[in-house]
């Protein structure tokens, strides 16, 4: 008899864990992760053979909360986007100030 899956149980969140991001369950990979390498151009099944770990069914589980939660995961991936351009502008200005 073949195992059945709750795709409920795919996707969680800790705190303390990636932030108290949201991740594939059993591990450490985020689901933000997993929608960078998406956005990259990589197809699900080529996410999956980079985390040999991880099965298609996670890779889908991911991409379908971020589609679920789209405006939500935007937003995080903007201000993490800027927090970066930020740290990267006060790297160039601590070195010009050298």
Known sequence: MATVTDIGTL????PGVCGGRPRIAGTGVSVRR???WYKMGLTPEE????????????????????????ELMET???AEDAEADRLE???RSSRNEL
């Open 76 to 78: 995080d991936l903007a």
């Open 34 to 36: 997993i929608v960078m």
């Open 47 to 70: 996410i999956a053979d980079q985390f040999e770990r991880l099965t298609l069914a996670q890779v889908h589980a991911c991409l379908t909360y971020y589609h679920a939660n789209q």
């Open 11 to 14: 996707i969680t969140q800790t």
């Open 89 to 91: 502008q006060d790297l």
